[in-house]
């Protein structure tokens, strides 16, 4: 079963944050940058497989928090279309101090 999650950050240290992710999970997100995504931000995987997005949680355009629901949230990390959201929530929440799980949405 296909699964979203999103992970946040209470700071907003997006480099720290960054740093934290490749070595808990053993991969290298790439740099990119987008308005629409809050400016910088880093990525990996396409959207048609599993694949990540962590950025800071502010939408540039009306300067409001992109998730609404996570004012306080300083950065956050989607994990898209992935069928092992048990197996990276264990791996995250347990190698990131300060990372939690703030919704899991699943899709048949």
């Given at each position: 079963?296909?699964?979203d999650d999103l992970?946040?950050?209470?700071?907003?240290?997006?480099?720290?944050?960054?740093?934290?992710?490749?070595?808990?999970?053993?991969?290298?997100?790439?740099?990119?940058?987008?308005l629409y995504l809050?400016?910088?931000?880093?990525?990996?995987?396409?959207?048609?497989?599993?694949?990540?997005i962590l950025r800071?949680?502010?939408?540039?355009?009306?300067?409001?928090?992109?998730?609404?629901?996570?004012?306080?949230?300083?950065?956050?990390?989607?994990?898209?279309?992935?069928?092992?959201?048990?197996?990276?929530?264990?791996?995250?929440?347990?190698?990131?101090?300060?990372?939690?799980?703030?919704?899991?949405?699943?899709?048949?």
């Open positions: 079963m296909r699964t992970y946040g950050f209470k700071h907003d240290n997006l480099e720290a944050a960054r740093v934290a992710v490749e070595r808990a999970l053993g991969i290298r997100l790439v740099a990119h940058e987008s809050g400016g910088d931000y880093y990525r990996l995987g396409s959207m048609c497989e599993e694949h990540f800071r949680n502010i939408d540039l355009l009306d300067n409001e928090p992109a998730e609404r629901e996570f004012p306080e949230t300083g950065i956050l990390l989607y994990v898209e279309g992935t069928e092992r959201s048990e197996e990276l929530e264990q791996i995250l929440t347990t190698r990131i101090a300060g990372l939690s799980l703030l919704r899991r949405k699943k899709f048949d």
